[in-house]
T-cell receptor, first 110, second 114 residues
Framework: GQQVMQIPQYQHVQEGEDFTTYCNSS?????IQWYKQRPGGHPVFLIQ?????EVKKQKRLTFQFGEAKKNSSLHITATQTTDVGTYFC??????????FGSGTKLNVKP | DAGVIQSPRHEVTEMGQEVTLRCKPI?????LFWYRQTMMRGLELLIY????????DSGMPEDRFSAKMPNASFSTLKIQPSEPRDSAVYFC????????????FGPGTRLLVL
């Protein structure tokens, strides 16, 4: 069945280093959303991408949607301790089914 | 706006007991979602409603789980009888007008079944 896979599962970085998480779908997605969940918290919406090849930026965060609309990435430049948390992608397929990725847990060492 | 409200925030119960989780979506939101989060299975969509009508319940694990939305401002997720493997964090989320829109999550209910 449809799955949205994320890699890596965990990432430990030193503060100031960059971080990237990748999201891959087995089928074409209508759109993709990214969420951040702080430890002990709930998922919080970050951004939505809809168009093939779309790139959006939020300060140090850069989001990309692949040309084939099957993959996406989130890149954080110069991580800070406030970036700690789990980052989820979530995609909707052409059957209106909504899937969350497995998440990438980011730890930033000061 | 108060955001999505869930109660209780924590629940500890014994195997076999009935558990009822409650959710109040953001006023004016047409969609309501119930999710379960565990370390093993991640974030799973259990069921979602549009205008109080259940649209897709294919994620509901089994007959022990049921969800209702009697009106636009209230939904329940019931587990009867509960089992230890139901221990998880249960999130409710709502969105404004479309399945594609941003989902606003509640703080979650941490359920522990002993």
């Amino acid at each position: 069945g449809q799955q949205v896979m994320q890699i890596p599962q965990y990432q430990h970085v030193q503060e100031g280093e960059d971080f990237t998480t990748y999201c891959n779908s087995s089928t074409t997605l209508s759109n993709i959303q990214w969420y951040k969940q702080r430890p002990g918290g709930h998922p919080v919406f970050l951004i939505q991408l809809v168009k093939s090849g779309e790139v959006k930026k939020q300060k140090r965060l850069t989001f990309q949607f692949g040309e084939a609309k099957k993959n996406s990435s989130l890149h954080i430049t110069a991580t800070q301790t406030t970036d700690v948390g789990t980052y989820f992608c979530a995609g909707r397929d052409n059957f209106n089914k909504f899937y969350f990725g497995s998440g990438t847990k980011l730890n930033v060492k000061p | 706006d108060a955001g999505v409200i869930q109660s209780p925030r924590h629940e500890v119960t014994e195997m076999g007991q009935e558990v009822t989780l409650r959710c109040k979506p953001i006023s004016g939101h047409d969609y309501l979602f119930w999710y379960r989060q565990t370390m093993m299975r991640g974030l799973e969509l259990l069921i979602y409603f549009n205008n109080n009508v259940p649209i897709d319940d294919s994620g509901m694990p089994e007959d022990r789980f049921s969800a209702k939305m009697p009106n636009a401002s209230f939904s329940t997720l019931k587990i009867q009888p509960s089992e230890p493997r139901d221990s998880a964090v249960y999130f409710c989320a709502s969105s404004l007008a479309s399945y594609q829109e941003t989902q606003y999550f509640g703080p979650g209910t941490r359920l522990l079944v002993l």
